[in-house]
Nanobody, 122 residues
Framework: QVELVESGGGSVQAGGSLRLSCTVS????????TGWFRQAAGQQREWISS???????EYAEDSKGRFTISRDNAENIVYLQMDNLEPEDTAIYYC????????????????WGHGTQVTVSS
C-alpha cells in the first residue's frame, strides 16, 4: 500500500514559480515509479511528467522546459518545480505512483494523491 500527499499549491501571478511536493509513504518506496498530473476545470486529467524507480525522467511535450520533476529518496518526496507559470496552468495537480511507469503515462496508475490546487492569475 502506498499513500501520496501533495502540498505546495497556491496562488501565483503569471511568470511566477511554485514547487509542489508529494510525500510518499508505505512499503517498498524505491520500487515505485511516480508522476505528476493535472486537471483543469472541465478538462481531462493530463500527464505532466514521471520518474521511474531507476530515475529515468520523462515529460509530456507541453511540459518540457518549464516543469522539472525530481525526488529526494532519503525523504521519500517527489517534487515538481514549475517556472514561468501561465494562467493556463491553473488546475488541480495530482501525484501518482505505480510499479510500472507506462501505466502512469497512460493515466492509470495504481495510486493517486488527493491533489493540490494551483491558480495562476494574469
Amino acid at each position: 500500500q502506498v499513500e501520496l500527499v501533495e502540498s505546495g499549491g497556491g496562488s501565483v501571478q503569471a511568470g511566477g514559480s511554485l514547487r509542489l511536493s508529494c510525500t510518499v509513504s508505505g512499503d517498498t518506496y524505491r520500487s515505485y515509479c511516480t508522476g505528476w498530473f493535472r486537471q483543469a476545470a472541465g478538462q481531462q486529467r493530463e500527464w505532466i511528467s514521471s520518474i521511474s524507480h531507476d530515475d529515468r525522467i520523462e515529460y509530456a511535450e507541453d511540459s518540457k522546459g518549464r516543469f522539472t520533476i525530481s525526488r529526494d529518496n532519503a525523504e521519500n518526496i517527489v517534487y515538481l518545480q514549475m517556472d514561468n507559470l501561465e494562467p493556463e496552468d491553473t488546475a488541480i495537480y495530482y501525484c501518482a505512483a505505480d510499479l510500472f511507469v507506462f501505466r502512469i503515462k497512460e493515466g492509470r496508475p495504481e495510486y493517486w494523491g488527493h491533489g493540490t490546487q494551483v491558480t495562476v492569475s494574469s
